[in-house]
């Protein structure tokens, strides 16, 4: 083990025959406390979401274009929807995490990356024609949030919105998720939504350019 952390330049061996920690194990380490201190920030928003909507708060990622569920507070019932797990996977055309993510892309990414989707009708309002959620993508984009009303389920309407990080890219998307959405509940949720994700984003690091 001593020879392979040598060889990837973790460690170094001194003239004494004694091992030292090289700069590339300490970023390594520096890195661990960065990302320890990003899921504080994050459960702790969406801890603060949930209390403040009474709904569902999670924050979910991109991975191998699908939506992937990494965490979730304020379910309280099992049954409530299995979008809301934990390591739940969907796609990201129907949900509004996922949406909020591929706004990020260009029309033509988004055109590729639809030939590659699975694409089905959940719902009778799940999108399934490229240009309407193009049309979706550019609402989102003006509005700073993106919505699902029943499109990946019946009676589960979610807001989302994007995290940005330091680097001034999407660190991905939170999400709240509940059994209504009307036009006065969008309204105050996505407020406090885009406020609540502006503040966690300039946490982190990013600069509104």
Not at 124 to 153: C, F, G, M, P, W
Not at 178 to 190: A, H, K, M, V
Request: proline share 2%; net charge negative.
């Amino acid at each position: 083990m001593v020879y392979t952390l040598v060889e990837n330049g973790y460690i170094e061996k001194r003239n004494n025959n004694e091992y030292s920690l090289t700069l590339k194990a300490y970023e390594v380490g520096i890195n661990a406390v960065q990302n320890l201190d990003q899921i504080s920030l994050i459960n702790s928003t969406l801890a603060d979401l949930s209390r403040e909507t009474g709904r569902v708060a999670q924050f979910s990622i991109e991975d191998n274009s699908q939506l992937l569920c990494v965490q979730s507070i304020g379910q309280t019932a099992p049954s409530f929807s299995v979008y809301t797990n934990v390591g739940r996977r969907s796609p990201l055309y129907y949900t509004s995490a996922g949406k909020a993510i591929l706004s990020t892309y260009s029309n033509n990414e988004i055109i590729e990356r639809w030939g590659k989707f699975d694409v089905k009708p959940l719902t009778e309002h799940t999108i399934t024609d490229v240009h309407a959620l193009l049309k979706d993508i550019s609402e989102i984009k003006q509005r700073h949030y993106a919505l699902d009303r029943e499109e990946n389920e019946y009676n589960i309407f979610c807001v989302g919105a994007l995290v940005m990080n330091y680097t001034n890219t999407p660190l991905d998307a939170i999400s709240i998720s509940r059994i209504t959405l009307t036009g006065e509940e969008e309204r105050t949720i996505s407020e406090t939504l885009v406020s609540a994700v502006k503040r966690l984003s300039a946490t982190l690091g990013y600069v509104m350019r």
